[in-house]
């Protein structure tokens, strides 16, 4: 384990007594090509993405040869040192990568206390740790990336990396050019500024639109569309990046191709 400087870290055998460790960047002797961030390593073991790990290393969670990381800048080199989350041992998993055509009232977490149905309903038998890209409300429908790649899940959906998210949406009235203008040039709605790519009407249906976001805020499309006084009836994400739903039935699941998942990575910049 390396760390930038000398990092003070907990130590699990000594946290409840309140003594602390010091781990220095002697500790190991290691060749530099060979160190990972802790965070990324934690990534490619399905824990979540590098952000989530980053906030699991700041609450102390995670420990390195059983001393636990408080502190962010730690690298480890995998196959020698021991990585622990909540005690148990963590090793990186074999990379898995679906789409999921998320019906209506089917929640995109991994558990829900009231037992609704989540997305992980449609993935029995599978024990690797998966979470949704991006996810669509309870109402919403579509496609929805099923991975345990943190770092392509981080990169699809930070605003930073700007990848196209198309939806189709129907409404309860047509857009005025008013509306569609405001949704376009930017609508402040609590406290965030949000604007569509691209608001595209779909071919002889009056109220139904293809709305392009880069920004993926949250309910993004449903507060715009509240903000010109319309309301949302029906939405449905019909593609992120170049991957599309094409004709999945609502509830099936695939894989995706090995060509699929590596445009995705060209399009998230993953890699660079």
Do not use: W
């Not at 995998?78 to 963590?90: A, C, F, L, N, S």
């Amino acid at each position: 384990m390396s760390s930038n400087g000398s990092k003070e870290l907990t130590s699990c055998a000594s946290a409840g007594s309140g003594k602390r460790a010091t781990a220095d960047t002697g500790f190991l002797k290691q060749s530099p090509s060979k160190l990972v961030r802790l965070q990324k390593y934690l990534a490619s073991c399905g824990i979540g993405s590098r952000r989530a790990c980053e906030q699991f290393i700041a609450d102390s969670r995670v420990s390195v040869n059983g001393v636990v990381v408080s502190q962010q800048g730690v690298s480890i080199t995998p196959g020698t040192d021991v990585v622990e989350m909540d005690g148990q041992q963590v090793f990186p998993q074999q990379k898995l990568y679906f789409m999921l055509n998320k019906p209506g009232e089917v929640l995109c977490t991994c558990q829900d206390t009231h037992g609704r149905r989540t997305f992980l309903d449609f993935f029995p038998g599978i024990t690797e740790r998966l979470y949704p890209v991006g996810r669509l409300d309870q109402d919403s429908e579509g496609l929805l990336i099923v991975t345990n790649d943190g770092e392509l899940a981080l990169r699809l959906t930070h605003p930073r990396h700007e990848v196209a998210k198309v939806y189709h949406v129907r409404l309860n009235y047509p857009l005025t050019d008013v509306a569609r203008r405001r949704m376009l040039s930017g609508i402040e709605s609590e406290g965030e500024r949000l604007h569509a790519e691209e608001i595209s009407p779909v071919s002889a249906r009056p109220s139904e639109y293809l709305i392009t976001l880069r920004e993926g805020r949250k309910r993004q499309v449903r507060r715009m569309v509240r903000e010109v006084k319309l309301r949302v009836m029906t939405l449905q994400r019909v593609s992120v990046g170049s991957l599309t739903l094409g004709s999945l039935p609502v509830g099936k699941v695939r894989a995706l191709s090995r060509a699929e998942i590596e445009t995705l990575f060209r399009e998230a910049g993953v890699g660079e």
